[in-house]
């Protein structure tokens, strides 16, 4: 199973970026997709996550300014970022909960991150 994330880059306070990430190899299922983010000299937290069933869940910080969904076919997740900060600063990171086969267990993979950097 491969994540590939894009379209991290550098943008000024108040601009808009769009990630994406998208999913592929041997896939049973996904259940969950999502983006987290680690800032230098930070742990990895969480951005915000979907389900199959288009339940979604924001970190506190992100509320009302970044919006996260998924394709048709649901393999591929989506990160619209609005009116970034500053401290948006970090390198994004999409995340898949899923199974490869019918009989596997659920598992977590990551992508390779994309560096999202806010700057005037």
């Known amino acids: 199973v491969q994540l590939q994330a894009s379209g991290g880059g550098l943008v000024q306070p108040g601009e808009s970026l769009r990630l994406s990430c998208a999913a592929s190899?041997?896939?049973?299922?996904?259940?969950?997709m999502g983006w987290y983010r680690q800032a230098p000299g930070k742990q990895r937290e969480l951005v915000a996550t979907?389900?199959?069933?288009?339940?979604?869940n924001y970190a506190d910080s992100v509320k009302g300014r970044f919006t996260i969904s998924t394709n048709d076919a649901k393999n591929t997740v989506y990160l619209q970022m609005n009116s970034l900060k500053p401290e948006d600063t970090a390198v994004y990171y999409c995340?898949?909960?899923?199974?490869?086969?019918?009989?596997?267990?659920?598992?977590?993979?990551w992508g390779q991150g994309t560096l999202v950097t806010v700057s005037s």
């Open positions: 995340n898949a909960d899923l199974r490869r086969s019918r009989w596997a267990g659920r598992g977590e993979y």
């Open positions: 190899g041997t896939i049973f299922e996904i259940y969950v």
């Open positions: 979907i389900t199959t069933g288009s339940s979604t």
